[in-house]
């Protein structure tokens, strides 16, 4: 399979602790965003990279959020001292021109 | 500022025809993508307007106003398969990066 694959799938955890997202995207895509969704609404833009340079990120990214994308392939997204309010589906996705494809997601509980 | 409005429910019987609208304002525009989601799934690519007009792709069509700020997706046929979240997304610019409205959750029955 040869779409953006996103892991671990689920992950909980308790309150404060840190948590890491990985974001493989289809190899010859140089564009790769994160988005996050909760339930009932749409996604919501957190950063995207153009090959390794993070060139936009939301203002709504709190400083225990940053994302990386060391050699232009694959991201990883890491959330420090989680809390409650972080639960929600971080999804990844790629592009090389127009059109997102997205990965599957992953799914944050915070206890 | 950016915003984009679709309603938050539908209901349409297997069969029918169904329109769901989405009224945007961004600052920059790139064009308007149409997303179908399903209760736990990713989202997955139905339609893209940057001209103004309709495109047309099987069951599925999407039209777009630009001087309107405003574009509707068209879905023929109904099946129950379609009950789904559909989302409205504006290209906003330079960065290609979508801004996405809530999305119009669609019950099909039977």
């Known amino acids: 399979d040869t779409g953006v694959s996103q892991n671990p799938r689920h992950k909980i955890t308790k309150r404060g602790q840190n948590v890491t997202f990985r974001c493989d995207p289809i190899s010859e895509h140089n564009r790769l965003y994160w988005y996050r969704q909760t339930l009932g609404q749409g996604p919501e833009f ?4 153009q090959n390794e340079a993070q ?12 994302a990386e994308r060391p050699k232009g392939s694959f991201s990883t997204l890491e ?15 790629s592009s090389y021109t127009g059109e997102l494809f997205f990965g599957e997601g992953s799914r944050l509980t915070v206890l | ?15 029918a025809i169904v329109q769901i609208n989405c009224t945007y304002q961004t600052s920059g ?8 989601q399903h209760a736990g799934e990713a989202p997955t690519f139905l339609s893209y307007n940057v001209l103004d007009g309709l495109e047309e792709k099987g069951r599925f069509s ?16 109904l099946q129950m398969k379609d009950s789904a979240s559909y989302l409205c ?19 099909v029955q039977p």
């Open chain 1, 46 to 49: 957190l950063t995207y990279f």
């Open chain 1, 55 to 66: 060139l936009e990120k939301s203002r709504l990214l709190s400083d225990r959020f940053s």
């Open chain 1, 79 to 93: 959330i420090q001292r989680t809390e409650q309010g972080d639960s929600a589906m971080y999804l990844c996705a």
């Open chain 2, 1 to 15: 500022g950016q915003n984009i409005d679709q309603p938050t429910e539908m209901t349409a019987t297997e069969g």
């Open chain 2, 29 to 36: 525009f790139n064009g308007l993508f149409w997303y179908q």
């Open chain 2, 62 to 77: 999407s039209f777009l106003s630009r001087s309107k700020g405003y574009s509707y997706l068209l879905l023929k046929e």
């Open chain 2, 89 to 107: 997304a504006a290209n906003g610019g330079a960065t290609n990066k979508l801004i996405f409205g809530t999305g119009t959750l669609l019950a």
